[in-house]
């Protein structure tokens, strides 16, 4: 059939928008005259198992390019020493200063942090809006530093410290302005993120919206258990 040709190429037309640019690189889309009309029937045509196939092999060759990039350039490079140290050292501060009477309600807020932050990086990075150019392993390419370690740990004090509502909020404000603008435009510096199709800005709704949610979550589970005992 004209107009592609299976396989796995790296030719891209650039008129072509998203899901079709997407498309191109997995089959090796080579575009002709009736490229909508041909993309249509082509993917019509094809079963769930190929897809499936498709997919699998996609992923397994990414996963290959992955590790030979790990490797070849980010093992050992002093961007990775600073992601191994970032790993593990917001933990330590952490447990120095966590009000352990707290540790249960504390820990909640963390790890609903965790889930949401590394959720939201994953798809955001799934979409093209960033890049990561060094990671700690080739099986975690989205920022573990900071999903696991730095952004659970800063929430989780900034809820300690502050109990009420109104300085939680004050607080929350400045932490999201931090993290979406400064911290961001350091991994950039630093060459370990790309910003693509976003702007910091975009950020900081975001982090504070993630704050508000978790304590309210963390209050609410809190004050049902209390009612429970």
């Given amino acids: 059939m004209p107009g592609y ?34 993309m249509s029937n082509f993917m019509e045509a094809m079963s769930h198992e190929q897809y499936n196939q498709m997919i699998y092999e996609a992923e397994r060759q990414l996963t290959q390019l992955r590790i030979e990039n790990w490797l070849n350039l980010d093992l050992f490079s002093w961007q990775w020493w600073i992601l191994l140290v970032l790993l593990f050292l917001p933990w330590l501060v952490w447990w120095k200063y966590v009000d352990k009477q707290r540790l249960q309600e504390i820990f909640i807020v963390g790890l609903l942090v965790l ?81 693509r199709h976003w702007r910091s800005c975009y950020g900081i709704p975001i982090f504070f919206g993630m704050g508000v949610l978790v304590r309210w979550l963390t209050q609410t589970m809190m004050n049902k258990q209390a009612q429970a005992l």
């Avoid at 607080?171 to 370990?192: F, N, Q, R, S, Y």
């Fill in 5 to 38: 040709q299976p396989g796995f190429g790296c030719r891209i037309d650039p008129k072509m928008p998203g899901i079709q640019a997407e498309f191109g690189i997995l089959v090796g889309w080579n575009p002709g005259n009736n490229r909508d009309g041909m």
């Fill in 115 to 195: 889930i949401l932050s590394a959720h939201l990086d994953a798809v955001f990075s799934e979409t093209g809006l960033w890049y990561y150019h060094y990671w700690l392993t080739p099986w975690t390419p989205h920022l573990v530093t900071a999903n696991f370690s730095f952004i659970p740990v800063v929430y989780m004090l900034v809820y300690q410290r502050y109990r009420s509502w109104s300085s939680y909020l004050a607080a929350m404000a400045v932490l999201a302005l931090v993290l979406a603008v400064p911290i961001e435009m350091i991994l950039v510096w630093t060459d370990i993120f790309e910003i």
